[in-house]
């Protein structure tokens, strides 16, 4: 393996745009410095990158992003809420997205809020109960979910805590000997994810919904998609009991590419 570590020569297209075309750009950029995309192991080996997303509110935009990725042949996991407000699992546009996912090659897998259920720190056992039970019910969606469990907004209590049965994105090693990279907030705007050395493991983490096919600021992004998918529960509530039409599929999601 070998890590191309140099970044002064080869500067990326900065400052970062939230962008798609942004996006596939840094892919190519990782795959061109000799970077492995692998999934959530025991154990990652030198030059491996895992390649993480966070899906809060835009099953949409996650599959947009999907296909850019299994465009260049990469593979990755894709965290999806249980207890969203704006998208469930269970409902056929959404379960379709995460079906043509798999059938891209990537995983699906949980992600957690622990504010569904304490205010603060909770024991590891309560944890896991939970986790388990919000794993079962994904199962029952979509099948084989992924080893591993990302927490959203994660408290501080949670870095670095292992849990019994399935492996936290946040545990000791993604803090010692695995570099994280993550577009929260769109923080890439201030610092850029491939800045400095170019570390030997990675975990890149991206929300699709901060992602489009123009450049938008954190809050624009947040509040646009916000309306997009109220406006489409409000089109299907009317079909449902206004107009009495039950044809799910015309609310199948188009990806933006
Ligand atoms: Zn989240």
New binding site residues.
Partial sequence: MTIDTSTSDQPLPAPVEFTYDWYERFLRRLLDAGYTPTDYGESLSAGDVILRH???FSPRKALTIGRIEADLGIESTY?V?MNSPLYNVFYKPVRSVLEELQSLGHTIGL?F?THQYWNGEAPNEAVSERVGAERDALSAAVGEVSGAV????PDEWLFRRSFDGFISTYEERFFTEIDYRGDSNQRWREQHPLAGERPEKLQILT?PGLWGEDDADFETRLYEETDNELERTRRFMHEQFIEKRYNVDEFRYQPER
């Avoid at 990302?150 to 907004?153: D, Q």
């Fill in positions: 966070d899906v809060d965290f809420l992600h809020s990302s927490f959203h907004r929300h």
